[in-house]
């Protein structure tokens, strides 16, 4: 069957949310089940053992075939996105990280300098590293070589829903990488994430596109169903473009057959 | 329920599928099986009853659940395109007339001028008269006038796999018109099928993209699942694009509350 | 010298300036000026005699170098049209006449059927036809076998700014069309202008974008400008694109040769 | 008048020339000459004094206005390019260097890191440094936190001619950024040029596009002119893109006021 690896995990969805900006937990559960996806990432504020009311780690555990994926969301050095995931690992069992290092609160791209260092040391401490990045080629392949089990490009702006706007640097990510490349960030509709997959992308990350929804657990259902339609098409062979009309109908002689 | 409607007819499938440039007619049907499209595209030239061996009549109406919708390709005049379709209700049964005049066999873009005029008198004839057209606001409007039950404006040339190069022309027909909006030749992948879709489009018309994929039914299936993904995301309040990154994880004293 | 041939008349300006939305019939004129435009369109309704302060056939012509293109603006029939074109000639002495019909005050599309309708009667009546029309192969090859002189496809709506959002379409036109197509609507700045001369149009016509800039004289001169530029890269020969990076830069032993 | 600083220098033209890929080096030299333009990268290995038919240094430097940028193409680490930049500073004695480091010569993709290190030890040695670096808003950042006169920021892969595939993250840092933003690598036509000037960058670099034109020369002076009327653009201000079509003529009664 085509299932996603990563690491040593197997996941048969290839959608992944995130569960911040929803307007409520509830609805964010919701969400999560409705999309059928096996991984959910999850900032380490949100482990809140002393006020329940917070704390996302209890209700999201209890959901049957979800991985937690803690995220260093708020770090914005190495140092602190390693001290954050040593934390989130205590606290959730997980052995995932998502090294998210974004110094500046206004637009939250990545730093490939701190980002590329902290995956290094979280790799050889054992954790399985997914860095959110951007699309970059060079710090791609840097990461897959320090052991990073999966790269995570931005697809645009955090939260922007601009989509796929790096796309021609991903498509040379993907041709070039040997671990899976998640497109994180930026989607706006199903669409997009369609694209992702046809393109060849292994996964994508979601989570604004369905928390601002108007619906969100539908909006999840048609992200899960578009992940799917997207990989489905990728392994049927789409066609190639092409600047020329070719016709799909006879045009000769339109009633001569009849006649 | 989420139905299409077109003249009396009620649809639950949102995807049309067209028959032409299939490797051969049992791929095609076996598309057309697992697409569960309820309506297909037949050239006149294709009711041939004749020489059995090219018929798709017989094969097509053999599928349940399965409405036809003969069309007029090969002519180029409003005169050939009336004439066919009067042949084509005979043969067929169907009142369902798609037509498609393109006097240029390179491109086969539609000619507005004939299309109005033989739409308009197929209308007065009772035919459910859906006009394949330029992405074109204003002769949208006029066949809608002239009594189309349906306009169906290109994405791109056929067969180029373009996708919905005409978008922002479609998005002021899909705006302003009071019956469906299908958008018809040039879609390449069921991303663009989706995004057709979550654009407001009411249903698409696909036929390259099928027959010509590397595995057609497969393909079909993911159309399918992109187009009810696609419209379940329009149902579901797509998010608003924005120049601006808005955090979805929090962004201060990322340790603070674990402190 | 590369000009620009339409009719009997030859301009060494591509570009052409629409008058309408200035902020004073002063500021248009300084704009038109600094354009160095040799071809200016202008709303029948502003030839007004009666209330000269209103008038801009007296200011334009005065302009060394300039001719006028009156527009029937406004016009929703042919019959409208037709009408509003022999008072334009009549008023003006100009043998042009940009066809503008748009039944719909909200977009100004142009309706395709009324618009083929005047043009073929205007060019019998020896006018130099020249119609604003969607960005549609078939009608603009029609267009020409009616005896027009030049075909005006929209890149998008009018004073939407959208650009070239019928690239793919222009260049069908382009490809097929033996009288000057010239892009009319929807650019919004001078790249857009420069793009189009590359795409291989003839000329390309300005209103809203020169009128509502920061400063109209000096934007302009910037259309001018890019037009120029495009033009003279079409000329050049314009490198094909790639999805594979060539190297500009020698690759091997960077510092071989100076060891 | 608006000029270009980088550094302590001055710049009238906006436009920099790189000189790999021209059929000959006369053939480059007049594109030089017809470009206008005062800044021009040379790869380390054309300084050649030992054989002088491929010497570049001469040439170029006998050229009245010209200031040369040494660039370490070829160096795929930080320590490899700081070594050709010493020696290009004492074979050129230009002080700038173009920092490039791409160790993969399919794509010639910057690297992040090694960029970063190298332009961090050449800022200290008080080299005007003008590193090439992917689209990356944080790194742009640490860059001009580090001491680079300038960021050199990729619109698509060297040599490809997709232009400016990412152009939403060049906005993101032409926003931010407090040093001159100069697009580099990837821009096909001059419109695209143009386009990169209207965004708000302060100047591009274009190679391929000039080297690799059917006439050179008269591509180069194509792009000088385009960049000039991007820049014009820019400081004129451009309208608002908008959704919904605004008249720029007069729609009521159109004979109104001739009657």
Known sequence: MDSLHIGSYTFSSRLILGTGKFSSSSVMLEAVKAS????????????????????????????????????????STAA?????????????????????????????????????EASKILAKEGFLVMP???ADPVLAKRLEEAGCVSVMPLGSAIGSGQGLATAEMLKIIIRESAIPVIVDAGLRSPSEAALAMEMGCDAVLVNSAVAVAGNPPVMAEAFAEAVAAGRKAFAAGIMEKSGIAVATSPLTSFLGTEA
């Open 132 to 134: 959110y990045i951007p």
């Open 80 to 116: 602190e996105a390693v001290q954050a995931a040593r934390i989130a690992r205590e606290l959730s069992g997980s052995p995932f990280i998502k090294v998210e290092i974004h110094p500046n609160p206004q637009h939250l791209m990545p730093d490939p300098i701190e980002t590329y």
């Open 36 to 75: 059928g996806t096996q991984l959910v990432t999850v900032a380490l504020r949100r482990f809140n053992r002393e006020q329940p009311g917070d704390d996302l780690f209890t209700p999201l555990t209890s959901i049957p075939g979800i991985t937690l994926m803690p995220n260093t969301s708020g770090a």
